[in-house]
């Protein structure tokens, strides 16, 4: 797994998902996926309404997502952090 916290706020979270979700095809002919991450007024935040986000390795690794990740991280629209750091955000139990 691989976790992020987005620091740019819920319109810069929206506009990568609605990116990876027109790249990926979303929604699938018959409704079956309608997302590829949980949207921003569903997302799981952090103590200071910051989205933090968990995802499996290769969805980072897909080509839509591999080719903006980098930009994020360096543009600082999001960091990795980790598993720590999202548990304690999201209040979960390790």
């Not at 309608?34 to 799981?44: S, W």
């Not at 200071?48 to 991280?73: M, S, T, W």
């Amino acid at each position: 797994m691989r976790f992020f916290r987005c620091l740019a706020g819920d319109a810069a979270y929206e506009q990568v998902r609605s990116s990876l979700d027109a790249a990926w095809g979303h929604p699938t002919p018959g409704g079956l996926t309608v997302t590829c991450i949980e949207p921003a007024a569903t997302a799981p935040r952090d103590g200071q309404g910051r989205i933090v986000l968990a995802v499996h390795n290769k969805f980072a690794e897909f080509p839509a997502a591999a080719a903006v990740l980098p930009d994020l991280l360096a543009s600082g629209v999001v960091e990795e952090i980790d598993a720590a750091g999202y548990d304690a955000a999201t209040k979960r139990v390790p």
